[in-house]
């Protein structure tokens, strides 16, 4: 089964508001990424937070890790139309598998 | 430079025919990777070069077939496909973890976009 889970599945929002997506995965991880996708473009990496980390910030882009309930936020505030894509999270499992793991995506429609 | 390219952006085949897709990075970066992806579906990763050596093949079909000349360069060759082998096809590279055995951020193409009729 897939290592990373996401909900919802697909979030529309108004320009202005928050998004917030979750992230939730089954084994132990070294770091967690989450990716932006427009649509039919190449993945865009947007913030790495390791095992060992709790929250990061980047711009507008605040990641949080809860690694004892194994799951991750993304929040993106003061939402824009250009924030429109699909969002990605990806594990890095422990043990060196030397792959990502990606989660199903979170599809984010922003409304202006 | 940052950025990993890909060419051609869009590839029509038949069946019967061979083609090949090209990636590029000059980052500097040891480890490569080739993802499938469907519509509205997640990347799925297809094969990953470590130091210009295949070190995953995730059971994909021979009718793909990867080859990394050097550091900088991934091809991927394609020969007999189906149509249910249309799909974006998308490369990635990333230089080595901070941990030792950890994957770090990778940096992708922008993708050919496979169709085969």
């Known amino acids: 089964s897939q290592q990373g889970e996401e909900d919802p599945q697909a979030l529309s929002i108004q320009e202005g508001e928050n998004a917030t997506m979750n992230c939730s995965y089954k084994?132990?991880?070294?770091?967690l990424q989450w990716y932006r996708q427009n649509s039919g473009r190449g993945l865009v990496h947007l913030i790495l937070i390791r095992s060992n980390e709790r929250e990061k910030h980047s711009g507008r882009l605040r990641v949080t890790l809860d690694t004892s309930k194994k799951s991750s936020s993304l929040l993106i505030t003061a939402s824009r139309a250009a924030d429109t894509a699909s969002y990605f999270c990806?594990?890095?499992?422990?043990?060196?598998?030397?792959?990502?793991?990606f989660g199903q995506g979170t599809t984010l429609q922003v409304k202006p | 430079d940052t950025e990993v390219t890909q060419t051609p952006k869009h590839l029509v085949m038949g069946m019967t025919n061979k083609k090949s897709l090209k990636c590029e990075q000059h980052?500097?970066?040891?480890?490569m990777y080739w993802y499938k992806q469907k519509a509205k579906k997640p990347p799925e990763l297809m094969f990953v070069y470590s130091y210009e050596k295949l070190s995953i093949n995730e059971s994909v079909p021979s009718r793909f077939s990867p080859e990394c000349p050097n550091s900088s360069l991934l091809n991927l060759h394609l020969h007999a496909l189906q149509p249910e082998d249309s799909a974006l096809y998308l490369c990635?590279?990333?230089?080595?973890?901070?941990?030792?055995?950890?994957?770090?951020?990778?940096?992708f193409g922008p993708g050919t976009r496979l169709t085969v009729l």
């Open positions: 990806a594990t890095d499992l422990k043990g060196n598998t030397g792959k990502l793991i």
């Open positions: 084994t132990s991880i070294n770091n």
């Open positions: 990635a590279s990333s230089p080595p973890g901070l941990a030792t055995g950890s994957t770090d951020t990778q940096y």
């Open positions: 980052m500097g970066h040891r480890a």
